[in-house]
């Protein structure tokens, strides 16, 4: 997935940045990237199916009840809806607006990463944690504006 490349690239360009500017530190400020879509659906313990709402005769919405491990191994649990298709006498979830939304995500953290690590570099912040301050706060200004909020 491109989205995720330009990612991994944007956090590895952002930890160089702050190495070259504060001397090699710990990496772990950064967030991990998007995760590939096997390790997604491993962290699934439990999908329960809550109900259906038929929109049109190939078009569904399915309310979901899903328990997933979060960090740390603890369980979340979440209600839902998804749409659904039928297609070719088969019902298949559509998740296409799940998958535009996290495209979204990780464009979002990219241009978090790529302002910040600018700034490192223009000698914006006088130490590693006001530079990784400053990336939690560009990251939700990206995730607000990229949202309408």
Known sequence: MAARSTLVAAQKDFLAALDERFGVGPTGGGQSPIADRKTVLSRFVDIELIGVEQKTANEARLRLKTITKGSGDRIVTKEDTF???????????????????????????????????????????????????????????????????
């Open 83 to 149: 749409p659904a298709v039928e297609e070719s006498g088969e019902w298949k979830l559509d998740l296409t607006d799940l998958t535009r939304g996290r495209i979204l995500i990780a464009d979002q953290r990219a241009a978090a990463y790529k302002q910040v690590a600018q700034e490192v570099r223009a000698g914006a912040f006088k130490d590693r944690s006001s530079a990784l301050v400053a990336f939690v706060k560009a990251q939700r200004a990206h995730s607000a504006a990229g949202t309408g909020k």
